[in-house]
């Protein structure tokens, strides 16, 4: 009796695993998840999912984290179990090559070659998705990086927009002899910002060399960016670096006039209630090195991508597509008060759409961001030396060492 | 318990000897699936290369010898350290300070209340709080008219975030020892003061012996939450700036989650385990002797 009993619980349980197993055929879906680290960015999201629902029939509900080292571990562990999302946001650089190597992510050449072909995306943006000559994920969002200032603040000093190093310094004397701080700088996460504007707009091929393990941040190019930076701060041009008042509202309240962030930021202001053009404005940060061909502006871009075992892949297909469209873009931008990955996308705020008109047009050389372009573990310990250095600048070389270290560990197994 | 016997009868003990381990099977289950498995993986992992995604690659004792001579970790230990003593003399102490100064007094209750309010929060929501009150330019630099910036400096970044861990902590530690203090039999303490006892004389003389067990309860909670120390300072610091107010917690998950070096931050997690459970095996054996 007993065992009959046992038989029959265990005859059940194989047949309840057979119905919840994974071998089911592709669904067909009418309702997307999507998985990103951008949780306060939600409210956008649902909705390009209204708006998606309306033109193509598909859904979209977004899932958000926001911290952004818990979101990844989460997307890495879905890649091992059934519980994966249809589509998820990621990182370009190293992070996205990682999961294309482990074929996790589903190839997009063909709607890359569809949307270039439609002028839907611009050609200069492909390098940054393409993985051994194919494309990968099309892109959620792109963002230049320049300067945020306060207009009111340049107004009544009778400051104007500095087109090369020198006017900036400048800028930020006047400033420094009415008692304003010039620049905004943190110790916690954008940590990295001024050493890539550094970088970049003293040696960007030094920097992409870094970023590529070619070159050592124990190298004499690095070492004088950093004494460049160390001679920003002791000159007295930037905040505490442990203010930890949010930067937007530090340019809206005039603790630092500049702040330099991706055109994302602009989002900040707006929801600030603070006017483009009256109350503050944007600039392309200078060439420290005014012998550069180009000016070098940070770059940053956004995947959203669809998995290669995905429950719908169809769907997901159609939805990136959809994504890359100036019809979703134009959404997207426009809600969020931002830049477009699409050139027909106009853009409503002045300053942000010139930058985006002459950054299309090759006007400046794109540096890909440090965060992106550096692999986790040296961006770990990078992060983590400059978040001393802003509050010790006296211990540089130490810092460099540091990452050095982590660089040469990491390098070590990955060249 | 010999009716439920008669109930099952002969056949049904039988039974109940042979299938009767069965009935735990669930728990043992659970508890071996989601406690051990992990703790022998996560063991397993600290020997290997692992980022995730790519299979773990066995390195031997690589990442213990890369975490004994990281200067970070010693940082990590001295910190732990800190927070360890800390909790002892602030939360501890202050707890039991509290507890007697307020009972057996009229009002002592009311006098309790706001002390237990702020264990209500979570630590992330604890650390929201005092982050613009103790960040350069807020609150605290503000009222006391100082220019401090309270979570850089090290070890201040520390005590600072320990004043705050002791804001949330104090109450619940208090609350304990009113129980203690409440369980003690009135017998005793009436005959000490007919003894002439009193005052702090009273106090360790009398009371304090009679909550021994009480405190060997609060110390050993309390040890493992300081050492395990995480939420805080992930919110306040980050463990920054550079790494100079880590925790061991803290340089776990950063070593696993934030630089994705899983086998390392694994190390440092086995690591953590073995400091806590030696340092929770000393404490209760020296409990038990005395």
């Known amino acids: 009796m007993f065992r009959s009993r046992v038989v029959t619980l265990g005859v059940a349980a194989l047949v309840l695993t057979a119905c919840g197993g994974n071998g089911a055929q592709p669904q067909k879906k009418t309702e997307l998840t999507l998985y990103n680290d951008k949780g306060a960015w939600t409210k956008y999201f649902d909705e390009m999912g209204a708006l998606s629902k309306q033109s193509i029939g598909l859904g979209m ?54 949307a270039i072909q439609a002028g839907d995306l611009s050609k200069d943006l492909a390098p940054y998705y393409t993985i051994g000559g194919r494309q990968y994920c099309v892109p959620m969002n792109v963002a230049y990086w320049g300067m945020f200032y306060n207009k009111k603040i340049f107004g009544k000093y009778g400051l104007e927009a500095p087109k090369t190093w020198d006017d900036l310094i400048k800028v930020a004397d006047t400033l420094k002899k009415n008692g304003v701080k010039a620049f905004y700088h943190t110790s916690v996460l954008f940590s990295f910002v001024w050493f890539e504007q550094l970088m970049a707009g003293t040696d960007p091929d030094l920097y992409d060399r870094l970023a590529t393990g070619k070159a050592k941040y124990t190298d004499p190019g690095v070492v004088q960016v950093m004494e460049k930076w160390k001679s920003l701060i002791d000159a007295g041009y930037f905040i505490n670096p442990g203010d930890k008042t949010d930067p937007g509202d530090v340019l809206k309240n005039g603790k630092a006039a500049m702040v330099s962030f991706g055109t994302w930021f602009n989002t900040s202001m707006t929801q600030r209630n603070m006017k483009s053009g009256e109350d503050y404005d944007f600039f392309v940060i200078p060439n420290v090195n005014p012998a550069l061909p180009k000016t070098s502006m940070i770059f940053e871009s956004g995947p959203l991508c669809s998995l290669t075992k995905a429950a719908d892949p169809a769907a997901n297909q159609k939805y990136l597509k959809w994504w890359t469209t100036s019809e979703a873009q134009g959404k997207w931008a426009s809600s969020r008060g931002d830049v477009s990955a699409n050139p027909k996308v106009s853009i409503a705020d002045k300053a942000l759409g010139t930058v985006t008109k002459d950054a299309g047009g090759g006007q400046y050389r794109l540096v890909n961001r440090y965060f992106e372009a550096t692999p986790p573990p040296v961006l770990t310990a990078a992060l983590d030396g400059f978040s001393k250095f802003v509050t010790e600048p006296g211990s540089y070389k130490e810092v460099l060492e540091t990452i050095q270290k982590a660089a040469d560990e990491y390098w070590s197994a990955h060249q | 318990m010999s009716g439920a016997r008669r109930r099952i009868g002969p056949r049904g003990e039988v039974l109940l000897g042979r299938f009767g381990h069965g009935y735990v099977a669930p728990a043992v289950l659970l508890v071996a699936g989601l406690l051990y498995a992990p703790f022998l993986w996560t063991a397993y992992l600290s020997f290997t290369r692992y980022d995730g995604l790519e299979p773990a690659q066995w390195i031997g004792g690589h990442n213990f010898g890369k975490l004994i001579e990281d200067p970070a970790l010693l940082t990590s230990i001295r910190n732990t350290l800190l927070w360890v003593v800390g909790t002892m003399v602030l939360p501890v102490g202050l707890g039991l300070l509290v507890a007697v100064l307020s009972y057996d007094i009229k009002g002592g209750v009311w006098f309790r209340v706001p002390f237990l309010l702020p264990y209500a929060l979570s630590g992330a929501g604890l650390a929201m709080v005092w982050s613009p009150i103790l960040s350069h330019g807020g609150i605290a630099n503000t009222l006391l008219g100082v220019d401090t910036a309270f979570l850089q400096d090290a070890p201040v970044n520390t005590v600072a975030m320990l004043l705050v861990w002791t804001w949330q902590q104090l109450g619940v530690n208090m609350l304990l020892f009113v129980v203690g203090l409440q369980s003690i039999p009135r017998e005793p303490i009436e005959a000490a003061r007919l003894d002439g006892a009193g005052g702090w ?90």
């Open chain 1, 61 to 114: 509900k977004p899932t958000g984290y926001t911290d952004s080292a818990q979101y990844q571990a989460f997307i890495k562990a879905s890649f091992r179990t059934n519980v994966k999302p249809d589509l998820f946001t990621w990182q370009t650089g190293g992070m996205l090559e990682e999961i294309v190597k482990q074929k996790q992510v589903a190839d997009t050449t063909d709607i890359w070659q569809q």
């Open chain 2, 201 to 290: 004389q009273l106090f360790r003389l009398v009371i304090w012996p009679l909550m021994r067990p009480l405190t060997a309860v609060v110390v050993g909670l309390a040890l493992v939450a300081s050492l395990k120390t995480f939420d805080i300072v992930w919110v306040l610091t980050q463990g920054g700036p550079g790494r100079n107010s880590e925790t061991l917690a803290v340089t776990m998950y950063k070593e696993t989650f934030v630089a994705s070096d899983y086998g390392y931050g694994s190390a440092v997690a086995v690591m953590l385990t073995v400091v806590t459970g030696l340092a929770s095996y000393l404490y209760l054996k020296r409990q038990v002797a005395s």
